[in-house]
């Protein structure tokens, strides 16, 4: 499957972009559809909808969360943390819907982004607002979504979400993530939208979804000195003692068109499975750290030139129930994946391979109001090299203990990842209430364990102690 | 409302039999004279509920110390020839705006039925085992098997007998006791008896109480405001008292609409996470 579909995949994107066959096969889709479309026979009362006065098609809704993290191992405070999150929707016309979210964010402390970020990362239109070293403005999302027929057109800033699994990522690559607490936040919280045009046509009994995303925007990355910073030696290359470094601006791509990341999705229904193929042309949100060593008069001098690489994906995902257990599951295939190598006839410092990535998702429901979840995630680099750093086949476990009480206002729960290869991981129990239908307050621990050059372990000083409460307006 | 009206009758439509001497108040005791609870059930399975029906679902809940907690939601329901299909919408309040549910209730008995939920903070569909029926849906005092029955009883579920006759609201009511098939069954759905009183004219559950599988009273639920929308008699309310919590569910249906012209697309996985 490698070589052949994905050489021929390259050969077309040479001769036919592939941004190209897309846009025009979504384009030429959107019209055909569009002038085939029946009456959207979308629900109920049409009178209804149309006395409806410009109040009633406008709603406005906020969170306001706070949340304080104190670091109890290095006796420090990591932040506190306070954000403003409204939204609104508009109905439009024809069922055309606009909703906008915003977020006001400041910290008290500035240790999970110090100073000012330079947001390299982040394509320029998608960039926050900096307002001094404390507080910053993001939109978050804003987005028209276009019904026609049965078929949906969303354009603008957005979330795309893929995959089965939780706290770990196979498939969930549509949107980059932002890493200033580690994997710590909520998903939905950290994960970047980009502007993008998301098409969904239902074709019999699947749904084809067509994804271009010009939206240039990457993994954001703690920088050096902020409290989750990555050191792990297989994120981050070391330079041995006595080696000058000389760390260059990432090589962003710039071509509208060209640079841009396109995408299908099918999912389908079918004898109680629920599945779905992916496919995926993007650029991996991770820049490349490619090394070249020079010997200079003061001694040997190693630049970084940090470059974004292309990447094709192919996968899918599954889910079923048997009984009282859950099975879900989801697959990726990755080409032209870097990994930093040791190798001394290595010229580059990166060693260049596919990767296949999957999990297995086991939810149990046996016991009233508790949820027993475990999942196993391997990651494994298809090429031999005897220098890369990080493990050739990575596994990590998670475990999710879940119980609700008193009619689901008291959840309590603790989640436990562990690495395999290396041992490390993280223990997070957290415990909930609701205190009314608006406000919500939790506390709760995020424990790190294990060998620094681990995913975790490389953050086992940075055990933590939170407490938070969320507003819904 | 209507759904969940049935749901009751469908537990209740479970009778059975067991013993007299848990039926507590009867009248015109004359049991022989009386339509079978298999008979009755079928009366409540066959009513006519329409073929789809759309409406606003208010969700009332209140803890023992008169906390009370809202939520504004608008559910659809259609039949699939056979095959019934039921979706909830949160709209309200903001922390919980976005959450969905969808059921796929098979007619095949031995088929398990298919559900999902759709969580906005995770952003994802996740699949719910249908064999946790008798566990409570979203903070409610019903079960998601309560939810799922919506009109129909699940009479294999259940041994039904009917025990007597009693008044409720003014309005004759056949007394319907059903005890689960078997211990397994009895701890799926959590409830160890039920007993309905079903309105004699409408074939519609105004009363039932529910017991545990320890046979302590462990909720009792009330179908009020029954009236005919369109022709089809609905509840407009349904409370639910639980008697161990000391926990309250009111559910309030508005809007109710048979007629409308709810899309196929509206009872699938997309649905869920665009919302209405």
Redesign the interface.
């Known amino acids: 499957m490698n070589n052949s579909f994905f050489e021929l995949m390259n050969m077309l994107n040479h001769k036919y972009p592939l941004y190209k066959m897309i846009m025009a096969f979504g384009i030429s889709l959107f019209w055909q559809l569009s002038a085939v479309a029946e009456e959207?026979?979308?629900?109920?009362?049409e009178q209804?909808e149309d006395s409806r006065t410009l109040s009633d098609r406008i709603s406005f809704?906020?969170?306001l969360n706070a949340e304080w993290a104190y670091g109890y191992s290095e006796n420090r405070h990591q932040k506190m943390e306070v954000y403003l999150e409204p939204e609104v929707e508009i109905d439009l016309f024809s069922d055309i819907r606009l909703t906008g979210i915003a977020r006001l964010r400041g910290d008290g402390y500035d240790r999970l982004e110090p100073g000012k970020p330079d947001q390299d990362e982040i394509w320029k239109p998608s960039r926050r607002l900096i307002i001094g070293d404390h507080t910053d403005i993001e939109l978050r999302e804003l987005y028209l979504?276009i019904p026609f027929g049965?078929n949906?057109l969303t354009l603008g800033k957005q979330?795309i979400?893929w995959?089965?699994a939780?706290g770990l990522k196979v498939l969930d690559v549509v949107n980059p993530q932002d890493f200033r607490e580690f994997i710590l936040d909520?998903?939905?919280d950290s994960r970047i939208p980009l502007w993008t045009m998301n098409l969904?046509v239902?074709i019999s009994a699947v749904?084809l979804q067509l994804l271009w995303i010009p939206d240039r925007t990457y993994h954001n990355t703690p920088d050096s000195g902020a409290v989750y910073e990555f050191t792990a030696p297989f994120i981050v290359p070391v330079a041995p003692p006595g080696v000058l470094v000389d760390l260059q601006d990432v090589e962003r791509p710039d071509r509208f068109f060209a640079d841009s990341d396109v995408g299908i999705r099918l999912?389908t229904?079918w004898k109680?499975w629920?599945l779905s193929a992916n496919y995926f042309y993007h650029f991996d949100d991770r820049p490349v750290l490619f090394q070249s060593l020079s010997i200079t008069p003061t001694g040997p001098f190693v630049t970084i030139e940090p470059r974004y690489q292309r990447s094709h994906m192919i996968g899918g995902t599954f889910?079923?129930?048997f009984?009282?257990?859950?099975l879900?599951g989801e697959l990726g295939y990755f080409t032209d994946r870097y990994f930093i190598t040791n190798s001394p006839t290595d010229a580059d410092g990166v060693f260049a391979s596919d990767e296949l990535s999957y999990v297995l998702g086991f939810?149990w429901?046996g016991f009233?109001?508790s949820l027993v979840s475990f999942q196993f995630f391997q990651s494994w680099v298809t090429d031999d090299e005897s220098g890369i750093v990080r493990n050739e086949l990575d596994t990590t476990t998670t475990l999710l203990l879940r119980h609700d009480f008193?009619?689901?206002?008291l959840v309590t729960e603790i989640l436990w990842l562990q690495n395999i290869n290396n041992g490390d991981g993280m223990v997070r129990p957290k415990l909930s209430y609701?205190i009314?239908?608006?406000v919500?307050v939790w506390a709760g621990l995020d424990i790190f364990y294990g060998d620094r050059e681990g995913l975790f372990g490389q953050f086992q000083n940075n055990d933590r102690f939170i407490v938070g409460f969320?507003w819904?307006? | 409302m209507k759904m969940l009206n049935q749901l009751i009758q469908n537990s209740v439509g479970a009778i059975t039999i067991s013993a007299l001497s848990f039926s507590p108040i009867m009248v015109n005791a004359a049991e022989n004279d009386l339509p079978s609870g298999r008979e009755i059930i079928e009366r409540v399975n066959a009513r006519d509920e329409g073929e789809s029906v759309?409406r606003d679902l208010l969700m009332e809940?209140t803890?023992k110390r008169g906390?009370k907690?809202?939520r504004d939601t608008k559910s659809?329901r259609k039949y699939f020839g056979d095959e019934k299909r039921t979706v909830i919408f949160y709209q309200s309040?903001?922390?919980i705006?976005g959450t969905a549910f969808l059921t796929y209730d098979y007619p095949d008995a031995d088929r398990?039925d298919?559900?999902w939920l759709y969580l906005?903070?995770?952003?994802?569909?996740?699949?719910?085992?249908?064999?946790?029926r008798?566990?409570?849906f979203?903070?409610?005092?019903f079960t998601y098997e309560d939810i799922k029955l919506e009109s129909k009883i699940g009479i294999n579920d259940y041994i039904q007998k009917t025990v007597g006759e009693e008044t409720i609201d003014g309005h004759h009511c056949y007394v319907v006791e059903s005890i689960p098939v078997n211990e397994e069954t009895a701890k799926e759905l959590?409830y160890g008896r039920v007993l309905a009183r079903i309105d004699s004219e409408i074939w519609i559950v105004r009363k039932a109480e529910f017991w545990d599988r320890k046979d302590n009273p462990l909720k009792t639920i009330q179908n009020k405001n029954i009236s005919q929308v369109q022709g089809i008699w609905t509840t407009h309310i349904i409370d639910v008292q639980n008697h161990k919590?000391g926990?309250h569910t009111s559910f309030t249906f508005s809007?109710i609409?048979y007629q409308?012209?709810?899309?196929d697309?509206?009872f699938?996985?997309?649905a869920l996470r665009?919302g209405?």
Request: charge should be negative.
């Open positions: 959207p026979e979308i629900e109920v009362d209804y809704s906020a969170f979504e049965d949906y979330q979400v995959g089965k939780d909520d998903f939905d969904e239902p749904l999912t229904f109680g629920d889910s079923n129930v009984g009282d257990l859950t879900r939810d429901f009233e109001d008193m009619n689901e206002t609701e009314n239908d608006s919500k969320e819904g307006l | 759309a809940m803890d906390k907690r809202e659809f309040p903001k922390n705006k398990d298919d559900q906005p903070a995770s952003r994802k569909v996740r699949r719910i085992s249908a064999s946790d008798g566990d409570y979203l903070g409610t005092d959590g919590t926990h809007n609409n409308a012209k709810i899309a697309s509206v699938t996985e997309r665009r209405l």
